[in-house]
């Protein structure tokens, strides 16, 4: 089991607090570092100084990061077109030495995009529509060879002889991860799509139920590569249960919701709990980490949890 710091910036983070915390999870060897993609806070807090870009700030982190990996859950389909995109993350893969992973949904917070002025679809069979060929035509540019052109032709989207540059500096292209905990569409577009399947927030047996799903899906389309499966999980770690309940009054949360609904408690607690993720087959988990200034909440996890899990 490998362990990913999440981070929520529309929460409230400047681009430098993201580098503090994306700097001090390399030095303390976790695998990556993620953030969400949203340009609206949600809840009670006030967001401040306000939203930064899901992908100005990884392009920022792969200049000044030389060995975390670095990623979105998800970056929204809504948001960009897909030509643009492609070469966004690209971009960003090269700048990174190639160290970007793509996770990709396909939107649903209606309130930012009203914010923003960016449309957002009113049915979720079309956002999904969008989303589905959204997909084909990143990875379609990216798997182009160099030299050769792209086109596509769909209902919502259409390219003509598109020179499906810049490449990627991974190949055959970054890692791309979808999730959620669809019934049949999500487990589809993983299967095909995907070379990760993540459930965000969700109880061990609702997981396990998605991951089921997902891999009757991967049977079902013949596919022989590889899936990596994992979860994300809000974390709240203290030596104590006096610093458990601090950390999480600090983000607003009762303790016995978080246990609940979350990686909370001791260092054995949470190893307990990542370890029956581990027995359905998560093979990584992204720790969802609400309070940017607790450093110290980092160093606790690397050093009491990370080691017994190997």
Request: net charge negative.
């Amino acid at each position: 089991m490998r362990l990913r710091i999440f981070t929520e910036p529309q929460q409230g983070a400047t681009y430098d607090t993201l580098l503090t915390v994306a700097k001090a999870a390399e030095d303390l060897d976790y695998e990556a570092f993620f953030r969400s993609d949203h340009y609206l806070k949600m809840g009670s807090v006030d967001g401040l100084p306000g939203p930064t870009d899901a992908w100005i700030t990884l392009a920022g982190l792969a200049r000044e990061t030389s060995r975390i990996r670095l990623g979105t859950l998800m970056t929204a389909a809504t948001f960009r077109h897909p030509g643009p995109l492609a070469i966004s993350v690209a971009q960003v893969d090269q700048m990174s030495g190639g160290r970007v992973e793509f996770g990709f949904g396909a939107g649903w917070y209606e309130e930012e995009h009203a914010a923003y002025g960016i449309p957002f679809p009113a049915s979720a069979r079309e956002r999904f529509d969008r989303y589905e060929e959204q997909l084909d035509i990143i990875t379609g540019l990216w798997a182009t060879p160099e030299g050769e052109t792209f086109s596509y032709e769909g209902k919502h989207y259409r390219l003509g002889e598109g020179p499906a540059l810049p490449k990627p500096q991974q190949s055959p292209r970054p890692p791309v991860l979808i999730g959620g905990t669809g019934l049949k569409r999500t487990p589809r577009l993983a299967a095909t799509h995907a070379d990760e399947y993540n459930v965000p927030f969700n109880s061990v047996d609702d997981t396990s139920a998605a991951f089921e799903r997902t891999r009757a899906a991967v049977r079902a389309a013949g596919r022989t590569a590889p899936m990596v499966y994992s979860a994300a999980q809000v974390v709240c770690c203290g030596r104590t249960e006096a610093e458990v309940a601090r950390r999480a009054a600090a983000i607003g949360r009762d303790v016995d919701e978080l246990r609940r609904n979350g990686l909370t408690g001791s260092p054995a607690e949470i190893v307990e709990k990542i370890g029956r993720f581990a027995e359905i087959g998560a093979e990584r988990m992204y720790l969802q980490v609400l309070d940017l200034s607790d450093l110290d909440h980092l160093e606790l996890i690397a050093s009491q949890v990370a080691p017994q899990l190997d």
